[in-house]
């Protein structure tokens, strides 16, 4: 019964979707001043200049959209655009298509083969990103960012318009920092999950999947392996890195500020090759 329930209330909500674009539509004919006869004439010119049928829309299919909830065609739909003079990425909005989500649907999921996305960016696919940074941010030192940054703003990145960035946490790894090289970088930026503040020292099986902790010290901030015991926490970096593990007392010297778990970088080798001697 809860799933007989629950199909009746989605085909409720989509047939209210249908009946109120269909609305708009009627609204928009009304104030043109536009018959059912005229909007079918100029229809079948349309359709005479594409060479295609589809795009003819009858007194009583147009009847139906306005009155009963039908489902244009894409054609259909095309057509009442150009007579109207509507925005087509609108009107799909009208009917619960909101096209600036596509390129994130596209992503949801996996795909088995490296491909090119061809989205175009669309005006209201929006996400906040920051815009103005502390201006005594060294880029030389790792730094924990969520805290540098002071004012954010909405950009059109069509690719992230369902995530939250603002109630992400960010680090950037210094310039000079080599620490945990190659696997991130310097100037690299990461992600932090700050529910993930407990060190684990096991559980798994190559250098990729073992977790990598961001940090606060004493004398700035951290990124690397971690092992706990008792009272301290040692950090360990990458061994091509060729630097040395530091060893502080919990909570007294240092605090877990969370797990790293995405990392954006650049891939230009001379953009990171570490300077001899």
Known sequence: MAFATSGRTDGIARTSIMEEAGQKLKRVRERLNLRFRDV????????????NDEYTVALSRLADIENKGTLPTIYRLYSLCSIYGLDMVEVLSWYGIVLSELPADSTSGPRPSTHLLQFQTFADGQVQVPLALDPGLDLTQTVFLSRMIQKWGKLPLMLLNR????????GFIGSEDWSMYPIIPPSSLVVIDDTRRKIISSGWTTEFERPIYFL????????????QRDKNITIYPHPSSLCEPKTYVYQDEIE???QVTQVAM???????RRPRG
């Open 216 to 227: 606060e010290h004493r004398n700035g901030y951290a990124c690397g392996w971690c092992i």
């Open 256 to 258: 877990v500020i969370g």
């Open 163 to 170: 995530i939250d960035l603002k109630n992400l946490r960010y």
């Open 266 to 272: 650049t891939i230009d080798a001379t953009a990171r």
């Open 40 to 51: 079918e004439e100029l229809s079948n010119r349309l359709a005479a200049q594409r060479k």
